[in-house]
């Protein structure tokens, strides 16, 4: 009989029983760490809250030396999806010392969804949900020249009182122009 002989079969057996063993150890530790990190994102996740037309006006009538830009957009409202990034990016920078607002117009029970769509777009900005089905009630103290149509944004300066507002997707550089004109 051989002393250094090794039999194949038994080593390759263990071998793979060890590989098979730090496999299922690291596919765990894996799942946890994938788990751990969608809950804790969904913990962190921003989401909207649901409003009343006069918690809006109270907005609209805030005393501060920042100015407001109160974005009016709805999922179904492909223009309003589009230019959400150029608000995130104004948000984030925050060059202007603005206080950006993302006002949705679907209906509350929606609500759910748009905190899907706020965490799977990361969204940072407050964004509120107005529950106000009557349109017409409301719109024109928002703005006496909306038709009703969004995107629509508004921007003021509580502080001297000036305003603008635009119904229109923004494109790049153009709410920056709008927060300017208002200094």
């Not at 809950?39 to 809250?49: D, N, P, R, Y």
């Not at 003021?156 to 200094?183: D, W």
């Amino acid at each position: 009989m051989d002393l250094y002989k090794v039999d194949d079969t038994s080593c390759s057996k263990k071998t793979d029983i060890l590989m098979h063993s730090k496999m299922r150890v690291w596919g765990k530790l894996i799942m946890a760490v994938t788990v751990f990190f969608f809950v804790e994102k969904a913990l962190m996740a921003q989401s909207a809250t649901v409003i009343r037309f006069d918690e809006l006006q109270k907005i609209l009538q805030t005393k501060s030396d920042q100015i407001q830009v109160l974005n009016f957009w709805a999922l179904w409202c492909a223009p309003c999806i589009k230019e959400l990034p150029l608000l995130e990016k104004l948000n984030t920078e925050n060059r202007f010392n603005a206080k950006i607002t993302l006002i949705n117009l679907d209906y509350a029970d929606k609500v759910e969804k748009v905190n899907e769509f706020i965490a799977r777009k990361n969204i940072k900005s407050e964004v509120l949900l107005l529950d106000e089905i009557d349109y017409n009630s409301w719109i024109d103290k928002v703005d006496r020249g909306w038709s009703g149509a969004i995107p629509a944004t508004l921007v003021f300066n509580p502080k001297t009182g000036k305003r603008k507002f635009v119904e229109k997707e923004l494109k790049e550089g153009e709410i920056e122009k709008l927060i300017a004109s208002l200094n």
